[in-house]
Protein backbone atom coordinates (compact mmCIF):
# COMPACT_ATOMS: atom_id res chain seq x y z
CA UNK A 1 0.00 0.00 0.00
CA UNK A 2 1.15 4.00 -1.10
CA UNK A 3 2.84 5.26 1.81
CA UNK A 4 1.01 8.56 2.57
CA UNK A 5 3.08 11.57 4.54
CA UNK A 6 1.38 15.07 5.50
CA UNK A 7 2.47 17.97 3.04
CA UNK A 8 4.70 20.30 3.96
CA UNK A 9 3.78 24.05 4.87
CA UNK A 10 5.28 27.43 5.63
CA UNK A 11 3.73 29.26 9.08
CA UNK A 12 4.76 32.59 10.71
CA UNK A 13 4.95 34.06 13.80
CA UNK A 14 3.79 37.48 14.07
CA UNK A 15 5.24 38.18 17.04
CA UNK A 16 8.78 38.25 14.70
CA UNK A 17 7.35 40.15 11.79
CA UNK A 18 7.88 43.55 11.13
CA UNK A 19 5.83 43.48 7.97
CA UNK A 20 9.29 44.32 5.68
CA UNK A 21 7.48 42.21 2.61
CA UNK A 22 10.81 40.89 1.97
CA UNK A 23 9.39 37.48 1.99
CA UNK A 24 6.79 38.80 -0.94
CA UNK A 25 9.49 40.09 -3.35
CA UNK A 26 11.81 37.29 -2.86
CA UNK A 27 8.74 34.87 -3.70
CA UNK A 28 8.05 37.30 -6.99
CA UNK A 29 11.37 37.02 -8.10
CA UNK A 30 11.87 33.37 -7.99
CA UNK A 31 8.68 33.04 -9.72
CA UNK A 32 9.44 35.04 -13.01
CA UNK A 33 12.60 34.31 -13.64
CA UNK A 34 11.04 33.50 -17.16
CA UNK A 35 10.00 36.76 -17.38
CA UNK A 36 13.62 38.11 -16.58
CA UNK A 37 13.39 39.07 -13.13
CA UNK A 38 16.25 38.42 -10.92
CA UNK A 39 17.28 39.86 -7.39
CA UNK A 40 18.47 43.35 -8.80
CA UNK A 41 17.11 46.66 -9.28
CA UNK A 42 16.14 47.50 -12.73
CA UNK A 43 15.15 43.78 -13.82
CA UNK A 44 11.36 43.78 -12.90
CA UNK A 45 9.26 44.42 -15.85
CA UNK A 46 6.13 42.86 -15.08
CA UNK A 47 3.54 43.71 -12.09
CA UNK A 48 4.38 41.93 -8.87
CA UNK A 49 2.60 39.15 -8.31
CA UNK A 50 3.43 37.27 -4.94
CA UNK A 51 1.86 34.38 -3.73
CA UNK A 52 1.66 35.01 0.22
CA UNK A 53 0.50 37.84 1.18
CA UNK A 54 1.53 40.12 4.34
CA UNK A 55 -1.20 41.28 6.24
CA UNK A 56 -1.48 44.22 8.76
CA UNK A 57 -3.67 44.77 11.65
CA UNK A 58 -3.29 47.59 14.51
CA UNK A 59 -1.54 44.86 16.53
CA UNK A 60 0.73 42.69 14.24
CA UNK A 61 1.74 42.25 10.55
CA UNK A 62 2.31 38.22 9.57
CA UNK A 63 2.33 37.11 5.69
CA UNK A 64 -0.79 34.23 4.85
CA UNK A 65 -0.17 31.81 2.62
CA UNK A 66 -1.58 28.16 0.84
CA UNK A 67 -1.47 25.58 3.81
CA UNK A 68 -1.49 22.56 1.59
CA UNK A 69 -4.70 20.83 3.04
CA UNK A 70 -4.68 17.72 2.89
CA UNK A 71 -7.75 17.63 1.89
CA UNK A 72 -7.43 20.09 -0.08
CA UNK A 73 -10.48 22.07 -0.72
CA UNK A 74 -9.43 23.72 -4.13
CA UNK A 75 -8.64 20.63 -5.62
CA UNK A 76 -11.88 19.30 -4.98
CA UNK A 77 -13.91 21.99 -6.74
CA UNK A 78 -11.35 22.73 -9.57
CA UNK A 79 -13.10 21.91 -12.71
CA UNK A 80 -10.15 20.99 -14.70
CA UNK A 81 -7.85 19.15 -12.33
CA UNK A 82 -5.38 22.17 -12.74
CA UNK A 83 -4.89 20.97 -9.15
CA UNK A 84 -3.00 18.11 -7.58
CA UNK A 85 -0.45 17.41 -5.22
CA UNK A 86 3.03 16.74 -5.80
CA UNK A 87 5.83 15.67 -3.43
CA UNK A 88 4.43 17.43 0.08
CA UNK A 89 3.20 20.13 -1.96
CA UNK A 90 -0.71 21.27 -3.33
CA UNK A 91 0.05 23.13 -7.01
CA UNK A 92 -1.80 24.41 -9.89
CA UNK A 93 -0.90 23.49 -13.08
CA UNK A 94 -0.92 27.36 -14.79
CA UNK A 95 -1.01 26.37 -18.46
CA UNK A 96 -4.20 24.09 -17.23
CA UNK A 97 -6.33 26.42 -15.74
CA UNK A 98 -9.20 28.62 -16.91
CA UNK A 99 -8.97 31.16 -14.45
CA UNK A 100 -12.45 30.36 -13.18
CA UNK A 101 -12.10 31.22 -9.64
CA UNK A 102 -13.91 28.18 -8.18
CA UNK A 103 -10.47 27.29 -6.04
CA UNK A 104 -10.48 30.75 -4.64
CA UNK A 105 -13.90 30.85 -3.15
CA UNK A 106 -13.14 27.18 -2.51
CA UNK A 107 -9.76 28.12 0.06
CA UNK A 108 -10.50 28.81 3.95
CA UNK A 109 -7.16 31.08 3.85
CA UNK A 110 -7.76 33.72 1.20
CA UNK A 111 -4.81 32.17 -0.17
CA UNK A 112 -5.48 31.84 -3.50
CA UNK A 113 -5.58 34.90 -5.74
CA UNK A 114 -6.11 35.56 -9.88
CA UNK A 115 -4.13 37.91 -11.66
CA UNK A 116 -2.96 37.91 -15.63
CA UNK A 117 -0.55 35.41 -16.88
CA UNK A 118 2.61 36.46 -18.18
CA UNK A 119 5.55 34.97 -19.87
CA UNK A 120 8.96 36.34 -21.32
CA UNK A 121 7.41 39.69 -19.73
CA UNK A 122 4.55 39.62 -22.27
CA UNK A 123 0.67 38.79 -21.04
CA UNK A 124 -0.53 35.75 -22.32
CA UNK A 125 -3.74 36.60 -24.77
CA UNK A 126 -6.77 34.09 -24.90
CA UNK A 127 -6.76 32.30 -28.44
CA UNK A 128 -10.60 32.44 -28.64
CA UNK A 129 -11.60 35.67 -26.09
CA UNK A 130 -11.62 38.73 -27.05
CA UNK A 131 -12.87 42.19 -25.28
CA UNK A 132 -13.99 46.12 -26.34
CA UNK A 133 -11.69 48.31 -25.55
CA UNK A 134 -12.01 51.74 -26.91
CA UNK A 135 -14.30 50.60 -29.42
CA UNK A 136 -11.75 48.36 -30.53
CA UNK A 137 -11.77 44.45 -30.42
CA UNK A 138 -8.49 43.26 -29.04
CA UNK A 139 -7.50 40.09 -27.67
CA UNK A 140 -8.05 39.57 -23.57
CA UNK A 141 -5.49 38.74 -21.41
CA UNK A 142 -5.53 35.34 -19.73
CA UNK A 143 -6.08 34.99 -15.76
CA UNK A 144 -5.01 32.25 -13.89
CA UNK A 145 -4.74 31.58 -10.31
CA UNK A 146 -1.95 31.80 -7.92
CA UNK A 147 -0.89 30.47 -4.64
CA UNK A 148 2.22 29.06 -2.99
CA UNK A 149 3.76 25.85 -4.20
CA UNK A 150 6.48 25.84 -1.61
CA UNK A 151 8.86 26.96 -4.47
CA UNK A 152 8.40 23.24 -5.68
CA UNK A 153 10.62 23.02 -8.79
CA UNK A 154 13.01 25.66 -7.17
CA UNK A 155 13.48 23.28 -4.70
CA UNK A 156 13.30 19.73 -6.52
CA UNK A 157 16.37 21.46 -9.04
CA UNK A 158 18.72 21.81 -6.00
CA UNK A 159 18.43 25.15 -7.20
CA UNK A 160 17.63 26.97 -4.10
CA UNK A 161 16.78 30.68 -4.00
CA UNK A 162 18.52 30.94 -0.57
CA UNK A 163 22.08 30.46 -2.55
CA UNK A 164 21.11 32.91 -5.55
CA UNK A 165 19.69 35.68 -2.89
CA UNK A 166 22.67 35.30 -0.04
CA UNK A 167 25.13 35.51 -3.18
CA UNK A 168 23.37 38.95 -4.22
CA UNK A 169 23.72 39.67 -0.44
CA UNK A 170 20.63 39.90 0.69
CA UNK A 171 20.68 36.88 3.32
CA UNK A 172 22.54 37.94 6.31
CA UNK A 173 22.17 34.32 7.95
CA UNK A 174 20.20 31.27 6.96
CA UNK A 175 21.34 28.55 8.89
CA UNK A 176 19.84 29.35 11.96
CA UNK A 177 17.59 26.88 13.99
CA UNK A 178 16.24 24.51 12.07
CA UNK A 179 16.39 25.81 8.52
CA UNK A 180 19.60 23.62 8.57
CA UNK A 181 17.45 20.56 7.23
CA UNK A 182 18.00 21.48 3.46
CA UNK A 183 16.42 23.98 0.95
CA UNK A 184 14.10 26.07 1.92
CA UNK A 185 11.41 28.52 0.11
CA UNK A 186 11.83 31.71 -1.42
CA UNK A 187 10.40 33.22 1.44
CA UNK A 188 11.90 31.49 5.01
CA UNK A 189 15.42 32.24 3.21
CA UNK A 190 15.11 36.36 3.18
CA UNK A 191 13.15 36.65 6.01
CA UNK A 192 15.29 39.17 8.00
CA UNK A 193 13.70 38.41 11.06
CA UNK A 194 13.59 34.39 10.94
CA UNK A 195 9.52 34.94 11.10
CA UNK A 196 8.81 32.37 8.49
CA UNK A 197 9.57 28.15 9.05
CA UNK A 198 9.08 25.83 6.18
CA UNK A 199 7.33 22.76 8.65
CA UNK A 200 8.27 19.02 6.37
CA UNK A 201 6.64 16.09 7.71
CA UNK A 202 9.61 14.82 9.31
CA UNK A 203 10.73 18.29 10.95
CA UNK A 204 7.27 18.36 12.53
CA UNK A 205 7.66 14.94 13.93
CA UNK A 206 11.29 15.88 15.39
CA UNK A 207 9.79 19.36 17.15
CA UNK A 208 7.34 17.77 18.88
CA UNK A 209 9.22 15.44 20.09
CA UNK A 210 11.95 17.75 21.05
CA UNK A 211 8.98 19.97 22.87
CA UNK A 212 7.85 16.92 24.62
CA UNK A 213 11.16 16.16 25.77
CA UNK A 214 11.52 19.35 27.13
CA UNK A 215 8.40 19.55 28.64
CA UNK A 216 9.45 16.25 30.97
S1 LIG B 1 10.22 38.85 5.31
FE1 LIG B 1 9.79 38.15 7.43
S2 LIG B 1 9.65 40.06 8.65
FE2 LIG B 1 9.49 40.67 6.47
S3 LIG B 1 7.23 40.70 6.08
FE3 LIG B 1 7.95 38.63 5.49
S4 LIG B 1 7.66 37.37 7.36
FE4 LIG B 1 7.54 39.55 8.00
S1 LIG C 1 -9.27 29.11 -11.28
FE1 LIG C 1 -7.99 27.57 -12.34
S2 LIG C 1 -7.06 26.30 -10.69
FE2 LIG C 1 -8.77 27.48 -9.78
S3 LIG C 1 -10.55 26.04 -9.91
FE3 LIG C 1 -10.62 27.36 -11.78
S4 LIG C 1 -9.46 26.21 -13.33
FE4 LIG C 1 -8.97 25.26 -11.35
Given at each position: MKKERPNSFVIAEAGKCIGCKACELACFAVH???NGVAAAVGTVTTPVIPRLYVIRTDSFTMPVQCRHCENAPCAGVCPVQAIQQEE?????????????????????FGAISLYKAYSSGQE???????????GHLE?????????????????????????????????????KGDMTVGPVPACVSVCPEQA??????????????KAAGLRL
Open positions: NRDGAITIDEDRCIGCKACAMACPHKQPHLRERLDRKTRVIAYKCDLCHDIVSDGNTASGEIAAAGRVTDISLTLVSPSLGASRSR
